[in-house]
């Protein structure tokens, strides 16, 4: 008796070490990632990295200021486009999950998080590109909208159906009418999951490349025209890691750096968001 | 019947093909505390959100027949007006979660775009606290989320938050269900307070509930009205056998 209880408090140990092996394993390629781009990034750090244009070959120094700018105004454009029609969506879908037309939604949302990138980055090329007959910010911001489409209508539709129905009910029985209910009663209690399905969708979508390479194209100058080709990070990123001069492998890396601490930045203020604004109910 | 608010006349009412209630016909007397009892599944709560039509909120629900409130057809009066005339509380307490308690009381004239002056509001979140019996526990955390109360606090600050709209009828669909026997008992001395005031209308699956609370009973079974009266009578001299087999525990 006394020697099966032994065995299976060894078998106890042996399974949860072999957990927390596993857990241990998975996670020291994201740390030796993280390490690595720290490692060669760090050194090109300093104020002058995010204040100057990058310099030409041969010249020492040189930043980044274009593709902070560039992402900034990007995605901030992808955001004003994407949140309202992301919020409207998970609303119509967690109010009306019984239509038909809920059910394609829902559908097409599932297939638009699966498609790649790059075509999407095509498709924007063709659609808006193409017609307007020039490169434009604009044309990445709406490549990119799309993008953050799907998580944002997920997280508007699964917080807002966690919503007990009696309160929207409460709110009905008062008088309240059904618009007034939903502005006034549902969308405020959902407002942590838009907010925080809106930050994580902007920090997947501030590393994209291929969706702006025919789109926003790259700028090599400050430009805030949102009409005209803008650069962003990870463009910056792809068109100096790819060149064969050392000068430019540096500020690529130092450029990675940052936008790696930026979307580290975002996942934590969505963290502490998410907690602050968590409703009770 | 004399001095009746509510006269309801061959009422039915479905849900898709199922018909749940089968030509109900009712008068509720006013002032009067009115109890609708039957087993689970007796149609007695669709009836209740028959009265102020929230019965119709669910996808494929219909109604037939007719309701009148004090002579008005509740089919022709505004959803809102008639809303405001007949409160409701619900099974489980549900203050709005982002408003603090001062908010969740006078929420039914914010929400209508009713405009008051600070003056006016305060007294009405006064006057339907105390109507509510909750104002002295709550009178210096009226800003606090109304979600921190207990249960059966927030269950009166829903009472509060009906009474404040002035309603004629306050529907209560089992108000003490989800709360513990100390909190339930307080709700149901409340109730009898209130009853100079106001007409109540609670349904319960609790027979003893049933008969200390109500003046007037009615029982529910299969969607028919089986038989109504006053509490007194149906309780101990029932007409129809299957509410004498009710009460006496032979089912439900």
Known sequence: MDKLIRSRFYKDRLFKGGIMLFTVLSTVPLLLILFYIVKQGISSINWDFFINLPKPVGEKGGGIINGLIGTSIIVLVASVIAIPFGAVIGLYLSEYSRDKLSYWVGLCVDVLQGIPSIVLGIIIYLWVVKPTGHFSALSGSIALAIMMLPPIIKSTEETLKLIPGTIKEASLALGVPYYKTILRIILPMGLSGILSGSILSISRVAGETAPLLFTAFGNPFINTNILKPMSSLPLLIFNYAGSAYEDWHKLAWGASFVLIMMILLLNIVTKILERKWKIQF | ?252
């Open chain 2, 1 to 252: 019947m004399e001095n009746s608010i509510l006269n309801v006349q061959h009422l039915n009412a479905y849900f898709g093909e199922a018909k749940i209630l089968s030509d109900i016909n009712i008068q509720i007397p006013k002032n009067q505390i009115v109890s609708f009892m039957g087993p689970s599944g007796c149609g007695k709560t669709t009836f209740l959100r028959c009265i102020n039509r929230l019965h119709e909120l669910t996808p494929g629900a219909r109604t037939e027949g007719s309701i009148y409130l004090q002579e008005e057809d509740i089919y022709k009066l505004s959803l809102i007006l008639l809303r405001r005339k007949i409160g409701m509380v619900f099974q489980r307490p549900n203050p709005f979660p982002t408003m603090s308690i001062f908010e969740n009381v006078i929420a039914g004239y914010t929400l209508n775009g009713i405009k008051l002056s600070k003056p006016q509001k305060e007294e009405i979140v006064e006057d339907s606290l105390r109507k509510a019996d909750l104002w002295k526990e709550v009178k210096d955390t009226l800003h606090k989320k109304g979600t921190f109360l207990s249960g059966g606090q927030q269950q009166r600050l829903c009472i509060a938050r009906s009474l404040s709209m002035k309603p004629d009828v306050i529907l209560f669909d089992e108000p003490t269900s989800s709360l513990d026997p100390i909190s339930s008992n307080k709700i149901e001395e409340l109730l009898l307070e209130l009853k100079t005031d106001y007409t109540i209308i609670i349904v319960t699956h609790n027979l003893q509930q049933a008969a200390r609370t109500s003046d007037y009973t009615a029982f529910f079974y299969l969607g028919e009205l089986v038989e109504f009266n006053t509490t007194q009578v149906l309780f101990s001299n029932p007409l129809n056998k299957r509410t004498e087999d009710y009460i006496s525990g032979r089912f439900g």
